[in-house]
């Protein structure tokens, strides 16, 4: 039902040519709209006929033609709506299922070809293919997110956002891009596309930013920067928080903690490249200037009394619940009216806001107190989403119903309550005032979701090749091919292909393309190198290359949308986009070697946990902001090329000391596989060991090689090697290894192996963790290179760092 509405509206909202009638919608195209419609209406209409022919494996003449056609008039309708890019991608997906062979096509991925109606069968009539997985997600949580934004906009809450960013960092040094910053982040919290984002935000803060100094690439570079970080940004990242559930198989919480960190740190450093770039080009403030490390100072000062005031409420209400508990939900409610009518009384006390005129000779910025209070109503909703998603531990679909019941509550009574509060009359014109409104975020809604949808329809096509072909296997080994096995080249290489298979593609296609094919490469090679990659960080790397794609020429579809509006070079201003995001680039691979920056392995529910967490965010904070300055060639002065480099170098031993350490050090004390059991019974608990294994692969009969870890629990030492479900067959040639017990995580992690082969699976080794210096040693010498590099620009600093 989700995708024949989206492809219904996609035909009527979305001509097919640049020369298309505009005024009215040409008969071809309502035809295919019901067409298109109905094929995904058949799904669900002959369900029972489909489960029991197609998806037996026998589908009916009738069932392949709808499938033919509906599959046609989807990638012409996710040409429509989002470009050309995911039709040929989906096209040639399907015609390497087809062929499998060819000239085109690598003997390591080539196949046999699969039928036409087998491919039809489960593209369309499965739940492999188009109602796969994707569109699952789009269907129960992304809409209600992206609806929720929608209408939080229309209520105007996207301007009130974009009014605080100007109120509080308009006065500094390249105040309006800082402000873009903030308010694109702002906005990219709900929103589901980097492109739309700097549309929405660019159209008002790209010529402010022309206005104070900045060049029409580089006011255009800023938006696409902030606009792209946006989709990185916990709770939606772009709809692909959701697929993550899914694909990586943890919790909602469990997403939003790992990519929590990265995101404010990269947001954090834009600002700061921002505020180097007004520093180096004299770029000067508007208005009374102000001080940078102040406006720092005074947000986490109202984090931390946000945090203790929504840490007293949660008390509170545990207590109110405990005392009461039939009473609870009705004082509650009662409670969030009071606060919804009292930020109303508030708001009304002052003028709406009204979005100023970017272009006018005068630029008047706003006040902090004079705007915050006209909004206050607006952080209602997503107080409740946070509540629910946070505290209340619901579904993110249960959330988002509450926070759009919220929204939809005060999109409409917003504006006669303040004309009573007012006094004013005609209450009448107020209310139909609110209805339009919600009529307006109703239709923002549905039209923001065409494209998602399509998206994840079209997606699912190359997510049910890639598990229907070698493709999904093999790729690794093609990786591995090119990367002559040295790991750093392999992570290079996936960022790069992640980044070509993003190109042109919105963020929820892009991330369910580059995860499908890319994700499970960087385990695999990761873990036959030793490197132990935690599936959620692979999964956040190869998003991160892949939304590079909105931004890196010749494709960078969000730097054409912001050269448009800017009127800049395309070209240029991608290419100045993609030299600020570099910190974005090299934020992955800081991951993937120091996993404690996603907080991978950090226990928020313990106070060392929180303390440990707080720890990891200013350190990466800090080397984050070195590195900015070291890639800008500005710190407190215009850099010299070695002290670039000695910021580099600086910012490199903060995010990942034990590189040093390993080198001096080795992490594990490596054992021959004979003493595997010994080792394992005499480990503490909590301990882990890793275990080094090779032997043939299943498919081609070459040696390869894994490592497995093994996390130590309280069973009693000589039950352990039991509860582990691996077999091992000690020999004079070493520990031969069988398949291990089914349902176990080693059998999945093993089963590219064969096992039945003459040549024996091997456990090579064991290694357990060695007794070493804390890896913090290596922050002394990074400081004091840093306290040099200081000294040194001191004597040629002419203005204030800050």
Known sequence: MHLAFALFLAFLAYPAFKKSPRKHIPILDWAMAIVAAGCAFYVFWFSREISGSAREGLPTQTQIWVGVVGLVLMLEAARRALGPALTIVGSIFLAYSYFGTGWLIPDLIAHEGRSFDAIINTQWLSTEGVFGIPLGVSTAFVFLFVLFGALLDKAGAGNYFIQLAF??????????????????????????????????TGTFTIPLMKRVGFTSEKAGAVEVSSSVNGQIMPPVMGAAAFLMVEFVGISY?????????????????????????????????????????????KVALGFVV???????????????????PALSAPIILAALAVIYLACLWVASRREDLEMDDPNSEVVKLPKMNEVFPTGLHYLLPIVILVWFLMVERQSPSKSAYFAVLSMLFIILSQRPIKAMLRG????????????????????????????????????????????????????????ELLSMGNLFLMLVLVGFFSLVLGLGLPTTANYIVVSSLMATVVVTLGASEGLIVPLIAAHLFVFYFGLMADVTPPVGLASFAAAAVSGGDPIKTGFTAFFYSLRTLALPFLFIYNPTLIL???????????????????????????????????????SKLWESAALLLVAFTLFVPNFWLDRIQPPFEELPGERFEEVLANAAPGAELRLYVEGPDFNTGEPRSTTLVLNVDDTPPGQRLQGTGLFLLPSEDGVAMDEPMFGTPYQEKLADFDFYADQQVQLVSVAREADRLPQQIFYIPALLLLGMVILLQRRRQTQPAF
Do not use: W
Not at 265 to 280: G, K, M
Not at 306 to 324: D, E, T
């Open 424 to 479: 004013e009359g005609d209450f009448m014109s107020h209310m139909r005032a609110g209805v339009a409104d919600l009529i307006e975020g109703m239709i923002a809604g549905a039209r923001n979701m065409i494209g998602i949808a399509v998206a994840t329809g079209a997606a699912g096509i190359i997510v049910a090749t890639v598990t229907r072909t070698p493709i999904g296997t093999e790729l690794a080994g093609l990786v």
């Open 306 to 324: 946000a945090g203790a005031v929504f840490y007293g409420v949660i008390l509170g209400v545990n207590g109110l619940r405990a005392a009461a």
């Open 167 to 200: 109120a509080g960092l308009g006065h500094l040094r390249g105040g309006p891009a800082k402000a873009a910053v903030v308010g694109s982040g702002a906005t990219g919290l709900i929103s589901g596309s980097s492109i739309a984002n700097v549309v929405t």
């Open 253 to 297: 919480l469990e997403v939003i903690k790992h990519a929590f960190i990265p995101a404010i740190i990269s947001y954090i450093a834009l600002i700061y490249i921002v505020h180097l770039e007004a520093l180096r080009n004299g770029i000067p403030a508007l208005g009374k200037g102000g001080s940078l490390l102040v406006m720092l100072g």
């Open 600 to 638: 991978y392995g950090v226990d928020l529910g313990t106070t060392a946990g929180i303390l440990q967490a707080v720890f990891i965010f200013c350190i990466a904070t800090f080397a984050m902001l070195l590195f900015a300055a070291a890639t800008q060639g500005y710190f407190l002065a215009r």
